[in-house]
């Protein structure tokens, strides 16, 4: 054999085979390594998004906490002004009560001072008839006897 044929056999050979591997094995690896270098990129596109809404959502939660602690201290300050103006409402309310109890107290013993004071009049009456009647023991006339009573009650 020859070696300058065995070199240019080994030659075309090796031609073939780079353009088969060319023609029929390079093209579905390029489209592989592309599809794999678009997913990569698509999955590095899509990280940086989701890290940007994370960012985007703890700002919102953030703001959301700040505006529920404001409208909780404004609840609770609301409720503190309204326990204090239940209190002032019940302490005005209990002293009107007193003071109206206060009044039918006051009314009241009036009216027991003026009963107590009447019948007082009439036992002094009583006693003073009976002083009279002891001391004069005699009769009096009915309706003198009354006017007399009456002045008497009236004198008082």
Known sequence: MNITFTLIAQAAVFAAFIWFTKAFVWPPLL????????QIADGLAAAEQGKKSLESS??????AIAEARA?????????????????EAAKIAA????????????????QELS?????LREQVAA??????EKILRREVDARA??????????QL
């Open 58 to 63: 703890s700002k919102q939660a953030e703001l």
């Open 31 to 38: 489209r592989a390594i592309e599809a794999r270098q678009k």
């Open 127 to 132: 006693l003073a008839v009976a002083g009279a």
């Open 145 to 154: 006897h009354a006017e007399l009573l009456d002045g008497i009650k009236k």
């Open 95 to 110: 002293k009107t009560e007193g003071e109206r109890e206060k009044a039918a107290a006051k009314a009241d013993i009036q």
């Open 71 to 87: 409208r909780a201290t404004e609840i609770i300050a609301q409720a503190e002004k309204r326990d204090a103006q239940m209190v």
């Open 115 to 119: 009963r107590a004071r009447e019948q």
